[in-house]
């Protein structure tokens, strides 16, 4: 199986309140500071990396490559990083798409990826359901409906069947849906797909439990990491026009939290909980 | 934030100091493209900093309080190791951290030490007792290496390399601590060429364990009729169980578990009583084809494993003072000094007060001198590596530092590193003391460090005995010229010169103090020299850190006029600012004492050899 994965590096979430929005008083910042911020790949995005991985090995001998996960990011020559890093922790091949941050919007992005798929031409694209900075969640729905794919969103469990179909136990309310769909087809993920048996796909044996959670790069892979593809396009390259639909007018901080009060009794809280909080 | 210890990684490490130590001050990247490192490039260093990082946070740190709290017990004879470790074992052989450093020829990568250096102090900041068991595996390994005969090497190595075996080294006996020589285990030859080992080994880590199927124990012991003392004794590979040639497990080889020792720390590691051959069925192979070779081939994986406790020494004191320095942060109390008048003044972070600050200060100064210390040592055997068999007189410089250093970073990495995390205690308060923040156990693990691989006082008596007079000299020589040689360079430098003076003083103490003890021995006076020896290396070791701080200052010092402006340049603007202050703490307030100390060793007082045994106590 041939799979595409889109990554994205995204300021490490837990140091979010590093994130500087220097607005002036009463109005809007034009950009949100950036330096000074640690990168990391998107969490959702290693999830699905780590999906693809698994869909395309026997588990037993993770060696021995049995398919191609591709990466794709869009960004400055700084991501390369992301990608070297997605190359060390097992992926054949990386494709930077060669944008600044800014140009970019989730349609953009999806437009871009459509043409991408048209030159790749994977059985599958699999992707994070939601980036943690701007927690869109729409890339792999507009990307579906753009190559007149089929999708399926917020997967927590696949079996692949004979490279052909995937049976995908996708997350909803109150508890799981589970549909087959037929390849080529594009996938997003949720975190519960690297649960040791999150993916169930031959010749990995059924009974094989994936250790929880994504895989490290193992130390010789990092030392080939280099010696893998890394192609660098232009959105140009792929017919796309750097026109995004969404445009950016300002940023602002959230306001800052209130201090809590302390309550005197059970009545006063039930009180405040019910006229202020209207939680009751 | 509350710090429930369960399954909790504490660990942090910064690594931006550890990339300005390789990068910037001692020249990795001059090694990096070439022979023998030419698959290693900038790219790969860097993300095998932060992956090894990741991998120790991620998988070692969660345990290491779990590692403290549960311990390892004895079940039907064999030892249980804490919860996880066994599966801990299990990654980290897969990620590959064990062999960075390895030969290639061994599936390992063959990094310059100085890299390996740095992915090990992560592996043992997050869990210092549980990367003892891989720590003593490789150590062996080496030994059959460097001294195993071709079939040994066969049959050990892979299996040792790749975690399936794991290995220890056992010298200490209930009689034989210090004085290695006293061993009383025996072997006596076989007709089949191996030897039957009998004997008590105590105190031995990574004795047993739950995750290998073999463990290669190491064991000095003495053929029969050989001499006693140091000279007869050899070095023999025991498994735990027998094997065949082909490493088929055949059953156990009479090694018996008699025991764990209950400890201060490090208690996720066990401490084993070993019996060897209690029923005559244990068997040995001589390590290589010659008896009685045991002592130098042993002082090979006692050089890794001295430097192995000062790379633990460093890492558990890092993981103190970040840990300290993070609290600082949080923790608030009473007002700014300014205004201690006003009893209305805001509270503050306690890292606002001048004594939390100083301690702050004196921690980091601590920690980031002997890592240099280490790095430098790594750096000469890489140096060492490359020259070797091209430009002899290099090769053997580096080689002589080496071996110059290893006593300085085993005993003053480890006296100090248990004096770093005794202040980061006092740095939090009253919690310091509790089980629900880390620096306690850190303090408990690292007393050990200045115990084992030979006492501190051993590494004194390495130094002076040893190391001063090696190469006639030269070694000593050399370190004191490349310090003379900084200290001319930099006398008139605009922002460093009162530091530099307070080195040229500790330099002059150090040369003096050396000459000094030569006339000792010269004249006989042999006793005052163990007098002296610990406070000696203690002074050699202040001016080989203050030296090297200062190095590191008059870089980042440099380095700072390069910084754009404004928010672009402010976190290493920042970083080299703590360069430069910590190098600049330590000249003022440490490195004096190395002259003071000079002064009080000339005294030659005798009163600690003059006191009688009674007349320390009435009991
Ligand atoms: C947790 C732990 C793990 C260990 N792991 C291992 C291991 O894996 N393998 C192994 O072989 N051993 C191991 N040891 C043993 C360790 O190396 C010894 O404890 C150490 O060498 C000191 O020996 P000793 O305990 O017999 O102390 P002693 O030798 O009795 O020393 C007691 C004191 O006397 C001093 N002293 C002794 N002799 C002299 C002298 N000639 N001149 C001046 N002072 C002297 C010492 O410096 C020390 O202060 C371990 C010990 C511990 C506690």
């Not at chain 1, 519960?192 to 490290?216: C, E, I, L, M």
């Not at chain 2, 043992?124 to 390994?141: D, E, I, Q």
């Not at chain 2, 050089?303 to 890092?318: C, H, K, T």
């Amino acid at each position: 199986m041939k799979i595409l994965v889109p990554l994205k590096r995204v300021a490490d979430p837990e140091n979010a309140n590093k994130v500087k929005i220097a607005a002036p008083a009463g109005g809007l910042a034009p950009k949100i500071e950036t330096t000074g911020l640690e990168w990391k790949p998107n969490p959702f995005d290693e999830y699905a990396l780590e999906a693809a991985l698994r869909l395309t090995e026997n588990g037993t001998a993770v060696k021995a490559r049995l398919g191609e996960v591709i990466v794709v990011t869009f960004g400055p020559a700084e991501c390369d990083q992301t990608l070297r890093g997605a190359l060390a922790t097992g992926a054949d091949r990386a494709i930077r798409v060669d944008v600044t941050d800014d140009q970019l919007d989730g349609d953009l992005v999806a437009r871009a990826l459509a043409k991408l798929v048209d030159q790749v031409k994977p059985d599958l694209v699999l992707m994070g359901k939601q980036t943690v900075d701007s927690d869109s969640n729409q890339v792999a729905q507009l990307l579906a409906a753009y190559l007149g794919w089929p999708q399926v969103t917020f997967a927590a469990n696949i079996v692949n069947e004979d490279n052909k179909a995937l049976k995908i136990g996708r997350v909803a309310d109150g508890g799981q849906i589970n549909v087959r769909v037929q390849l080529p087809a594009v996938v997003n993920v949720e975190d519960r797909v690297v649960n040791p048996k999150g993916v169930t796909s031959p010749p990995t044996p059924a009974t094989h439990k994936y250790a929880d959670g994504v895989r490290f790069a193992p130390l010789p892979a990092i030392m080939q990491a280099k010696k893998k593809p890394l192609e660098v396009k232009k959105l140009a390259d792929l017919g796309v026009e750097a026109a995004p639909k969404v445009k950016y007018l300002g940023y602002e901080a959230p306001p800052a939290r209130k201090a809590g009060v302390k309550v005197k009794t059970v009545a006063e809280l039930v009180d405040k909980l019910k006229n202020e909080a209207k939680v009751l | 934030m509350s710090n429930a210890q369960t399954a909790q990684n504490r660990y942090k490490a910064d690594l931006r100091e550890i990339r300005f130590l390789l990068f910037e001050q001692f020249g990795l990247g001059e090694l990096l493209g070439k022979e023998p490192y030419a698959s290693w490039g900038e790219d790969e260093v860097n993300m095998v900093l932060d992956e090894s990082y990741k991998f120790s946070c991620d998988v070692l740190g969660p345990l290491n309080s779990v590692g403290d709290r549960v311990g390892c017990h004895i079940e039907n004879g064999q030892a249980v190791t804490p919860p996880g470790f066994k599966e801990a074992w299990t990654k980290l052989y897969e990620a590959g951290w064990k062999s960075v450093g390895v030969k290639t020829e061994h599936g390992g990568q063959g990094a310059p030490m100085a890299l390996s250096v740095a992915v090990e102090e992560f592996l043992s900041g997050a869990n210092v007792a549980f990367a003892m068991y891989p720590g003593l595996t490789v150590g062996a390994s080496e030994v059959i290496d460097h001294f195993g005969t071709p079939a040994q090497k066969e049959l050990y190595l892979p299996r040792m390399f790749d975690g399936r075996w794991a290995g220890t080294m056992c010298l200490t006996e209930p009689a034989a601590g210090s004085d290695v020589g006293a061993a009383r285990s025996t072997a006596k030859k076989l007709p089949n060429g191996k030897y039957s080992i009998k004997g008590t080994k105590l105190f031995i880590s990574g004795g047993d364990n739950d995750f290998t199927e073999n463990i290669i124990h190491l064991v000095l012991a003495r053929v029969d009729g050989a001499p006693q003392g140091t000279k007869g004794l050899s070095l023999f590979i025991v498994g735990k169980m027998k094997t065949d040639a082909s490493g088929a497990i055949l059953g156990p080889n009479d090694v018996a578990l008699g025991g764990l020792e209950h400890k201060m720390g490090i208690n996720g590691s066990t401490t084993a009583l070993l019996n060897f051959g209690e029923n005559d069925q244990c068997e040995g192979e001589l390590v290589g084809t010659v008896e009685n070779l045991g002592m130098p081939q042993m002082f090979k994986m006692m050089n890794v494993a001295r430097i192995g406790v000062g790379l633990q020494s460093v890492s558990v004191a890092s993981a103190a003072f970040l840990n300290a320095l993070e609290y600082s942060k949080e923790r608030k109390q009473g007002p700014n000094i300014r205004n201690w008048k006003d009893a209305n003044a805001p509270r503050v972070a306690i890292i606002e007060h001048p004594d939390v600050r100083r301690m702050l200060l004196d921690m980091k100064a601590r920690v980031e001198g002997i890592r240099c210390l280490i790095v430098k040592l790594a750096r000469h055997q890489d140096g060492f590596v490359v020259n070797q068999g091209k430009d002899d007189a290099a090769a053997s410089y580096h080689l002589g530092q080496v071996d110059l250093l290893v006593p300085l970073v085993k005993a003053y990495g480890s006296d100090q590193s248990f004096r770093i995390c005794e202040t980061a205690i006092q740095v939090y308060g009253g919690v310091g003391y509790t089980k629900d923040y880390p620096a306690e156990q850190y303090c408990r693990d690292s007393k050990i460090f200045s115990i084992y691989e030979g006492t501190n006082h051993i590494q004194s008596m390495d130094l002076v005995g040893r190391k001063l007079g090696q190469n006639g000299g030269a070694n000593l020589q050399a370190f004191l010229g490349d310090i003379g040689k900084f200290i001319a360079e930099n006398a008139s430098h605009p922002a460093l010169g009162p530091s530099i003076k307070e080195l040229q003083a500790a330099h002059e103490a150090v040369g003096m103090t050396a000459m000094r003890m030569l006339g000792w021995f010269q004249m006989g006076q042999m006793s005052m020299v163990p007098v002296v020896s610990t406070r000696f290396l203690e002074m050699m070791s202040e001016l080989a850190v203050g030296w090297l701080l200062l190095v590191g200052a008059s870089i980042a010092i440099e380095k700072t006029k390069g910084l754009a402006d404004g928010e672009e340049g402010a976190k290493d603007r920042a970083f080299y600012a703590g360069k430069t202050l910590a190098a600049k703490y330590f000249a003022m307030n440490v490195l004096p004492g190395v002259k003071l100390k000079a002064e009080v060793l000339g005294r030659e007082d005798t009163s600690s050899l003059d006191i009688s045994d009674t007349a320390f106590a009435t009991v």
